[in-house]
């Protein structure tokens, strides 16, 4: 009869471990990513340079500014590994770094980094050209192009491609932020 007892253990053991698997995946997707929360996070970008744009021009601590806008947008220090190319690098092309984060949004004296978020801005406007969530809803990642104009009303056309992940709290942060100027033909 002992024999007859073990099975129904073993039954019971793999429904648990099902349920635990099952309930593991369900805390995984039960708050995914949406288009929607994509689209918000880009806009709150697009204010914050244009934000630390204008704490420079009211001669701010548009350091703190842009500092305050790389840790709400951007995911370093959460143990994710951040890869980021913007647009005007090319001698220090990746920003592995807050502080090299910072560096280009600011500027460095005797660096390549001229401060690209004190030009400064009046709008960001988006055009995504898609955005793909992963199945899990852990994941986006949108590409298209986004235009900076600046105070003499002119757009900056710039492509980018841009991933989030959601951190503890719900937010979406950037964990992939690549960006170019357009191919222009000689």
Not at 22 to 46: F, H, K, L, M, R
Not at 54 to 76: C, K, L, M, P
Request: charged content about 20%.
């Amino acid at each position: 009869m002992n024999k007859f007892m073990i099975l129904p253990v073993i039954g019971v053991s793999a429904l648990t471990l099902a349920a635990c698997d099952s309930a593991a995946t369900d805390t995984a997707t039960a708050n995914p990513i949406t288009e929607t929360e994509v689209e918000a996070a880009q806009i709150a970008w697009g204010e914050g340079i244009v934000a630390i744009g204008q704490v420079f021009t009211a001669e701010g601590d548009f350091s703190a500014r842009a500092a305050e806008h790389i840790a709400t947008h951007y995911a370093y220090g959460d143990d994710a590994t951040i890869l980021f190319k913007p647009t005007l690098a090319s001698e220090d092309q990746f920003r592995e770094t807050t502080e090299e984060a910072l560096s280009y949004f600011v500027g460095t004296e005797g660096t390549e980094d001229g401060g690209f978020a004190i030009a400064p801005y009046t709008a960001v406007r988006w055009e995504n050209n898609g955005t793909v969530i992963d199945e899990d809803g852990d994941m986006a990642v949108a590409m298209g192009n986004y235009f900076f104009t600046g105070t003499d009303g002119n757009e900056t056309k710039v492509e980018y491609s841009f991933a989030y992940e959601k951190d503890d709290a719900g937010d979406l942060k950037i964990v992939l932020h690549h960006s170019s100027l357009p191919f222009s033909p000689n």
